[in-house]
């Protein structure tokens, strides 16, 4: 059969998680630079296709194709490895300590980030045929994004803080469900179909995403945003980072592990 049975799958997220602490900082640059990169072109194509068609499903219902790619390759994201790492520490691996768990979040962050700008200084300059005309409709788009989901949240103070958080949980909530959806099955359309389900919710209910913002936010300053790149980190990507963590680990990770690999013993019939 090609899909695997809960307790299976939840002992794949723990051996994953445990894989990933212990790579070599090399390939965890790599492989997060590739997927902050490839994540960023995908925000790019459905953000062309909703301004192309005016229909955001539409863009939506086409997001996930990146996120396939880029699971399929191999390469790592920061609202995944939220979600996996914490679970080899908690299963008391050997070897694994905070220390080795943090490191990992360190270098995928960065790795993340410097892919996605990559694809913002690239993209800025297909939107601006290399700077020399305002940008397109797109690019437009893309920056009054940034403007909206940055001093729109700032000017509300703290229930912006609190709704920016709280998109960040119920994000990754969605976005880690996907990576788990992958590894349920052993096909590569059953991985696809179980990763796409979850993305295209996230995506279509505007929720925030750390490593889609790494891309949205920087190209749409350089596309003449007008906000700072002060308000990108205090009222997007910090708090988006927090509720990534919170909302992957405490929905997906850890009820998983909870349920199916220490399970609770089972009742007595009376």
């Given at each position: 059969m090609s899909y695997l049975a809960p307790a299976e799958f939840v002992t794949k997220m723990v051996d994953a998680g445990e894989s990933k602490i212990f790579m070599a900082t090399r390939d965890t640059l790599i492989r997060a630079y590739m997927a902050g990169a490839i994540l960023a072109l995908s925000a790019v194509f459905a953000v062309t296709v909703t301004v192309q068609t005016g229909f955001p499903i539409i863009g939506a219902i086409l997001f996930p194709v990146g996120f396939c790619m880029l699971y399929l390759l191999g390469f790592d994201?920061?609202?995944?490895?939220?979600?996996?790492?914490?679970?080899?520490?908690?299963?008391?691996?050997?070897?694994?300590?905070?220390?080795?768990?943090?490191?990992?979040?360190?270098?995928?962050?960065?790795?993340?980030?410097?892919?996605?700008?990559?694809?913002?200084?690239?993209?800025?300059?297909?939107?601006?045929?290399?700077?020399?005309?305002?940008?397109?409709?797109?690019?437009?788009?893309?920056?009054?994004?940034?403007?909206?989901?940055?001093?729109?949240?700032e000017k509300f103070g703290a229930a912006g803080m609190l709704t920016l958080f709280i998109r960040g949980i119920l994000c990754n909530w969605m976005v880690s469900t996907g990576v788990v959806g992958a590894m349920i099955s052993t096909s590569v359309s059953g991985k696809v179909i179980a990763m796409w389900m979850p993305i295209m919710l996230f995506f279509g209910m505007a929720f925030e995403h750390s490593v889609v913002n790494m891309f949205l936010f920087p190209s749409a300053l350089f596309l003449g945003g007008a906000?700072?790149?002060?308000d990108y980190f205090i009222w997007n990507e910090v708090p988006t980072v927090l509720g990534n963590l919170v909302g992957g680990l405490s929905f997906t990770g850890l009820t998983l592990y909870a349920t199916h690999i220490k399970t609770a013993p089972k009742r007595k019939l009376v």
């Open positions: 994201l920061l609202t995944g490895v939220f979600v996996l790492t914490p679970l080899a520490l908690i299963d008391k691996r050997p070897g694994v300590t905070i220390g080795g768990v943090l490191k990992n979040w360190g270098l995928v962050f960065l790795g993340n980030f410097l892919g996605a700008l990559t694809v913002a200084i690239l993209m800025s300059i297909v939107f601006t045929y290399g700077f020399s005309q305002e940008p397109d409709k797109v690019g437009k788009v893309i920056a009054g994004i940034g403007v909206a989901r940055t001093l729109g949240y906000f700072s790149w002060m």
